[in-house]
């Protein structure tokens, strides 16, 4: 029997705003344990939340970008357990009316586009942290709880169960975190775990509607890590059952070391939690000019600018998808447009750059692509030129005169340096001319050796042909 996967993500997003959800505490990634907290983080009696405006605006954000219907009265829910980083027991979340449901990202896997649909966005808290090691003693002999993460705003984006490849998943993943990036909501830093991923995987005969029983695999915050978990999670399933085996509804943690997946617990149902809704929350009632004005100041998405960029500035598919990587390149590209029109050829320079391109001047790099195009710098002279005014910041023009990177084009000083390599190969030029082919690049080589790699390669091909023929 052939089993198919079944498998829909859960996304942690972490907003970007400057204070917590419920208080006035910071959100300073890396500041030291505990020191961005106060009676609300801690849960202490007698204190009461208030709703961070900016979490509300952003949810709508994201929801409106990812196609969703945007719920106009949202109630906030206790999320009921106990966790040594939870200190008041209960997590604050939402439940049965989440801010936005039933939206959808549209993604391209090997040239067949898919849908995948969106269950839910919803608002909720971050709990803390326990450190096994003192931050500053190093010791292990115990275990402490840093709550500066407690209560750091998250948007929980949860998919329909539409995925049936690891890499289908990867590629709505990457989407994701792209447009959650360009509307400026959450900075996609996953090493920080400012986005993380739980997978639902289950799977199920090929032909079948019926869901298998879902496995969950928790807090994965690397896109490969997350693909090796899914490959791993589906072929560990599909040897249960092939074997006449039973899968276990539970939750499962990624090993990235061993490259495996180990049960954490059984899985919690809904009930479990015992949710009811927060009795220090008011709903928060949302009016449809708020959303109205929240959608005029949209920006343009991700796909819609890829699908510009290749109708608008003949780019192929793959240019297009590198220069939307991110807003700030898509916005550098344009830039530079202005002052460079080629698109390809500027497309190709900023995909190729060895360095974050977009730090770079843009009339410095106009600068240095013109006098690639007239000839006085060869491409390598160009990129080391570049590299050059990356780490100084100075101009160009001051980096070329100060380490003589102009091109020699005159046919005089390289007709002497073609003669030197003719007179010191002599072998090599009766090959040549005896069919070895392949020696011309030699002799380009030796004469681009000789003058230190600033010839310009086309006049000395031509006048190579000329000396040793053929």
């Not at 298998?212 to 090796?228: C, D, P």
């Not at 590198?322 to 080629?342: C, H, N, R, W």
């Not at 590299?387 to 380490?403: A, D, L, N």
Request: charged share 30%; net charge neutral; glycine share 6%.
């Amino acid at each position: 029997m052939n089993y198919e996967p079944v498998i829909g993500l859960e996304v942690h997003a972490q907003l970007l705003t400057r204070t917590k959800l419920f208080c006035s505490c910071s959100t300073q990634f890396g500041n030291e344990p505990n020191a961005n907290t106060c009676p609300v983080c801690f849960g202490l009696p007698g204190v009461l939340p208030v709703l961070n405006r900016r979490v509300v605006e952003f949810a709508i954000r994201a929801g409106l970008a990812t196609n969703c219907q945007i719920t106009r009265k949202n109630i906030f829910a206790r999320k009921n357990y106990f966790y040594p980083d939870l200190p008041k027991g209960y997590q604050i979340s939402q439940y049965e009316n989440p801010i936005c449901t039933k939206g959808w990202i549209d993604i391209e896997v090997k040239g067949e586009k898919r849908r995948i649909g969106l269950t839910r966005i919803h608002m909720e808290e971050d709990a803390g942290k326990l450190l096994h090691e003192h931050p500053v003693s190093r010791s292990k002999a115990a275990s402490w709880v840093d709550l500066n993460r407690a209560g750091v705003p998250l948007l929980e984006i949860v998919s329909e169960p539409d995925i049936r490849l690891p890499e289908e998943g990867v590629v709505y993943l990457k989407e994701l975190r792209r447009i959650l990036m360009y509307l400026d909501v959450c900075d996609g830093n996953m090493e920080e775990g400012s986005l993380r991923c739980d997978a639902n995987i289950s799977i199920r005969p090929v032909g079948t509607k019926k869901f298998g029983t879902k496995v969950e695999i928790k807090n994965m915050n690397s896109f490969r890590h997350i693909e090796k978990a899914l490959y791993y999670e589906i072929k560990r399933q599909t040897e249960v059952l092939k074997g006449g085996g039973t899968t276990a509804q539970e939750t499962r943690l990624w090993d990235p070391e061993r490259e495996v997946s180990e049960s954490m617990r059984s899985k919690e149902e809904a009930h479990d939690y015992r949710y009811f809704p927060d009795p220090d929350l008011l709903p928060v009632e949302i009016d449809e000019r708020w959303i109205e004005k929240i959608q005029s100041n949209l920006p343009e998405l991700p796909q819609k600018k890829r699908d510009r960029f290749i109708k608008q500035f003949q780019l192929s598919p793959a240019q297009a998808e590198v220069l939307i990587e991110t807003g700030e390149i898509a916005s550098f590209f344009e830039q530079m447009l202005q002052k460079y029109p080629d698109s390809k050829k500027l497309a190709n320079w900023i995909i190729n750059s060895p360095f974050p391109v977009t730090k770079l001047n843009p009339d410095h790099l106009t600068k240095v692509l013109t006098l690639v195009d007239a000839g006085t710098l060869s491409s390598n002279m160009a990129k080391e030129v570049l590299q050059k005014v990356y780490e100084t910041g100075r101009p160009p023009e001051e980096v070329i005169e100060k380490e003589g990177l102009t091109q020699v084009s005159d046919t005089a000083a390289l007709e002497a340096a073609i003669n030197e390599a003719i007179s010191e190969n002599p072998k090599e030029v009766e090959r040549f001319r005896g069919g070895e082919e392949k020696l011309f690049a030699f002799f380009l080589g030796q004469v681009m050796k000789k003058t230190k790699g600033k010839a310009n390669p086309k006049i000395v091909a031509d006048l190579l042909r000329k000396k040793i023929g053929r």
